[in-house]
């Protein structure tokens, strides 16, 4: 299921941190995202099986707990395991503070990803409460960029 908020280039450019699309999936073994490239940020984060992710010429392997970052204007790729395949949750977001929250988290261009960490099961229940929160009102926005801001504090620990 997925929550798709596409603000206009103009309004995001304005706002320090813009929701752009919030979800979960569970994929069949197999299913393939891909090549593609996004305008906005993505945090993809595995709830439970196993996948891979194509970025730069590097294939990563990813199961329960960790998660990965699409960059704007980067080719990717992502697929779910044959045998076990994973179900994840994503949250999609750009705006003027969005690179410098990133940059001061983990993530970085060549190492798109972080491992299963003590503050996975945070990072599963804070992109979970993303979603739940969607709406259409101007309170659900609110609730769901404050979520957002909470969920990047933890990449951030």
Not at 20 to 44: F, N
Not at 62 to 86: C, H, M, N, R
Not at 128 to 141: K, Q, R, T
């Amino acid at each position: 299921m997925t929550l798709t908020h596409h603000p206009s280039s103009e309004a995001a450019a304005k706002e320090p941190l813009s929701l752009y699309q919030c979800g979960s999936q569970a994929c069949p073994g197999g299913h393939r995202y891909g090549p593609a490239v996004r305008d906005h940020y993505l945090i993809h984060h595995i709830l439970s099986g196993k996948g891979y992710y194509s970025v730069g010429g590097k294939v990563y392997a990813l199961s329960t707990g960790d998660t990965f970052l699409v960059y704007p204007q980067t080719e990717i790729t992502y697929y779910a395991d044959e045998k076990d395949p994973w179900e994840y949750a994503w949250v999609g977001f750009n705006g003027s503070d969005a690179a410098i929250i990133l940059n001061a988290t983990d993530f970085s261009r060549e190492f798109p990803l972080i491992h299963q960490t003590p503050l996975s099961e945070s990072i599963r229940e804070h992109l979970l409460g993303i979603y739940e929160a969607c709406g259409n009102d101007f309170m659900d926005s609110v609730e769901m960029t404050g979520r957002l801001y909470q969920t990047l504090a933890l990449f951030m620990k």
